[in-house]
């Protein structure tokens, strides 16, 4: 079973509607038993990072959420959701993340007189293998929209990245756990392709 | 009109481009196929597909066939090569020969297949053919979308995924290339972006509704199955000949050798010459003839076009047989003004709206071409039957 958190923080329909055109009957889940029973997890997200983490504690999902990672269960961080999964954020106070990626998420510098939020399309380079992009070419655009970035401490968590002024990790991987900052419900044909790929992923991945 | 200095085809060819030497990227896509492409990795590519999917469901794969000379080679390589168990799945769009229909028995008794063959309602079809020939002045959006999609419907029905079509159309236009390494899938993004003439099943029943019977269902051979559906089926729909080099002329003469497949006239063409060609279709003549109105050129040139890109003919010949055998009348113009119960002038009326510059046609210096061995054969309407049952007569 494929589970798509939604706790009413914003507009999970497009992420579900991209699953099931693939051929799979996502369910979304809110409370912490509806994790037990699932193959694979997306946590799709956007907002802010304290208040959403806030939201997950007092719906007692932190350490659900926790748990299903430690199960092994693979697990999907879109935008916010990839944010997340890193030790710490700093948007709206610093604050605790699932600590699943060693990495901390900071503001996006704004020092190269870039716009931010980064809103768009933009290219995605590989740094590493991983299933969740078995089929899809490097450097082929994706769609983004984010005020902050995810800095890994290891490289070996980086799967991919996106020249944003300089260069911002867009996707991170640890074992069971992927996440990516831009959108792939709204990336079409490649975005279409990672969601099917994430969805027959075994979990396994070993940098 | 400018011409490609290598092939000659002309600027009013779909997708083509110029370089400096007056070359088209079309000959240049050749160039690439011949030079860059790793047969042999593909070969690898074919095999791991197929003993994907061997064994797992009714069928190892569907395969969409006209009896043409693509998809006969196409199942002939399959069954010979890769012993596959497939479904061939005939869509009959009304007006196939004889010739053809004896191929087809020899082939399917030769190889020992099973088959589905499926023709859809003439009434409607002939419906269908006086909507594009109005808008697109292209009347074949029923034969296009049926052969395309219909399969598909099969390969849902039989929970087949994966579907093997012959030729990629990178052979003949730019859409899709060889580059990049990219294997052509014939899917839905193909079939909306070069297929259906850019009008579906759906624009199309309200296009037809207000003057003729019909029932939405009718549509459904002609709709493409939801991606949903296909996507859960995990459907792979690939060409043969993106994974082994395709050459029509040998694939031809090994299924003449191998299962007596045989060619036959088509109206306007050089018989001795190109007899393997588009001899699915009674109606192929008035096809080439409406390309030859609009763009100014027909078959004859394209097919110079492949062999002069091929190195198999000399130039001096192919503007030869272009000169002789270009623009001139199909018989069939009479049997297809009758099915759909137009005049000639309506008819050049129609044309005449979808010309592409810089060419101009000229409808009343055209001489007839000779009619073919199986002309006086092909369905003719009793007089009741002539033409379209309106609803209300418009
Ligand atoms: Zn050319």
Redesign the pocket.
């Not at chain 2, 290598?6 to 085809?9: D, E, G, I, S, V």
């Given at each position: 079973m494929i589970g798509i958190l939604n706790i009413g923080l914003g507009n999970v329909q497009s992420v579900y509607n991209a699953v099931y055109e693939n051929g799979y009957d996502p369910i979304f889940v809110s409370k912490p038993e509806e994790l037990e029973q699932l193959t694979h997890f997306i946590m799709p997200g956007v907002g802010n990072f304290s208040a959403v983490m806030h939201s997950l504690e007092q719906l007692k999902l932190v350490p659900a959420i926790q748990a299903l990672i430690a199960r092994g269960v693979p697990t999907l961080g879109i935008c916010l959701g990839m944010q997340l999964l890193a030790t710490s954020g700093e948007e709206g106070g610093l604050c605790k993340g699932f600590d699943a990626i060693a990495a901390k998420v900071k503001a996006i510098p704004n020092s190269n007189n870039l716009r931010v939020p980064h809103v768009g399309w933009n290219e995605v380079k590989f740094t590493q293998e991983h299933p969740v992009f078995a089929d899809i070419k490097d450097t082929r655009d994706f769609y983004f929209v984010h005020s902050y970035h995810m800095e890994c401490l290891s490289g070996d968590n980086i799967i991919a990245t996106t020249d944003y002024g300089s260069d911002l990790v867009c996707v991170a991987g640890n074992k069971n756990v992927i996440g990516v900052q831009f959108h792939p419900e709204k990336s079409q044909k490649n975005g279409m392709q990672l969601l099917e790929n994430f969805c027959e992923w075994d979990g396994e991945f070993h940098a | 009109m400018q011409k490609?200095t290598?092939?000659?085809?002309p600027e009013t060819y779909e997708t083509i481009e110029f370089d400096e030497n007056g070359?088209?990227n079309?000959?240049r896509q050749k160039e690439f196929k011949d030079e860059k492409i790793d047969w042999q990795r593909r070969a690898e590519m074919l095999s791991r597909v197929i003993e994907k999917h061997r064994g797992k469901y009714e069928y190892d794969c569907i395969l969409p066939f006209s009896g043409g000379k693509d998809s006969t080679y196409t199942l002939w390589y399959l069954v010979k090569h890769y012993k596959i168990r497939p479904l061939v799945v005939q869509f009959n769009h009304g007006f196939m020969r004889d010739t053809l229909m004896e191929n087809n028995r020899r082939t399917f008794k030769k190889l020992g297949v099973d088959v589905i063959s499926f023709t859809p309602n003439w009434k409607l079809v002939k419906r269908l053919m006086l909507e594009t020939l109005v808008r697109k002045g292209d009347f074949c959006w029923h034969c296009h979308t049926g052969i395309f999609a219909y399969p598909m419907h099969i390969a849902l029905k039989y929970q087949v995924p994966l579907i093997f079509w012959g030729e990629p159309s990178s052979e003949y236009t730019a859409y899709y290339n060889y580059e990049d390494d990219e294997i052509e899938q014939v899917d839905e993004t193909r079939f909306n972006r070069f297929i259906n003439l850019g009008i579906t099943a759906e624009d199309m029943y309200s296009m037809i509704k207000d003057d003729y019977q019909c029932d939405p269902r009718e549509l459904t051979p002609y709709t493409y199955p939801k991606l949903r559906d296909l996507k859960k089926l995990k459907y792979q729909s690939v060409c043969l000949g993106s994974y082994i080099p395709w050459d029509v002329k040998e694939n031809t003469k090994i299924i003449q050798q191998e299962l007596g497949w045989r060619g036959d006239q088509v109206e306007g063409m050089p018989w001795d010459e190109y007899s393997y060609e588009k001899i699915e279709c009674s109606m192929q003549g008035m096809r080439d003839y409406i390309k030859y109105l609009k763009r100014g050129y027909s078959r004859v040139s394209q097919m110079t076009?492949l062999d002069l890109?091929n190195g198999r003919i000399a130039k001096e010949y192919a503007d030869k047989l272009i000169a002789d055998y270009e623009g001139r009348k199909p018989p069939s113009l009479t049997l297809f003004l009758e099915y759909l119960g137009i005049s000639e002038d309506q008819f050049n009326h129609i044309v005449a709206k979808t010309v592409v510059p810089p060419f101009k046609p000229d409808f009343e210096g055209m001489e007839y071409a000779p009619k073919t061995d199986d002309f006086d054969r092909w369905y003719r309407e009793d007089e009741q039957d002539r033409g379209i049952i309106f609803k209300n007569p418009v």
């Open positions: - | 490609c290598a092939c000659n085809l070359v088209c079309i000959c076009a890109r």
